[in-house]
């Protein structure tokens, strides 16, 4: 009876933890964090660095989310919204080939995402081929968002791309 009695405890113990293990959003710390949201976090930290001219800390945060995003690309490849996110840090570090080759990667997985259409929109700004940014902007014409709107103010030449 003794030994009944501690394995049902043991055992109830053990559902107990994987009953609050599978309501956990991993926001308790940075290792129980996804390697994509770790990454996200950074970049938004980052684009806050872009606005208050602190280029140097935003860039250190984008090599950060850039090298996160390649370990999440190798677990769970072919994710669109990761490959956004790779395209658009390897534009903000400069390297718009690459930058370009990721954005082009997600569009074959999702030819209507949003994010990767302004993107690369703004990639072609900054590479001067406004033709292809504008048909990055047609693509978004109808989707009634920001994106949209900021492609098509850097397009026009009224708001300014930081790549």
Do not use: W
């Amino acid at each position: 009876m003794k030994y009944l009695t501690i394995a049902i405890f043991l055992i109830s113990q053990l559902f107990v933890q994987n009953l609050f293990a599978a309501g956990s959003d991993g926001s308790s710390g940075g290792k129980d964090k996804s390697e994509y949201k770790q990454a996200v976090n950074l970049i938004k930290s980052a684009k806050k660095y872009e606005k208050k001219e602190k280029i140097e800390k935003a860039q250190k945060r984008y090599a950060r989310a850039y090298k996160l995003l390649i370990k999440s690309n190798k677990k769970k490849p072919n994710n669109a919204d990761t490959l956004n996110y790779l395209g658009f840090t390897s534009r903000k570090l400069g390297d718009f080939e690459n930058g370009e080759k990721f954005y082009l990667e997600g569009l074959a997985i999702d030819p209507k995402h949003v994010g990767i259409n302004e993107y690369l929109g703004e990639l072609y700004v900054a590479t001067n081929r406004m033709n292809l940014a504008r048909e990055r902007l047609e693509v978004l014409m109808g989707c009634n968002c920001e994106e949209y709107n900021e492609l098509k103010e850097i397009i026009d030449g009224t708001k300014k791309s930081k790549y």
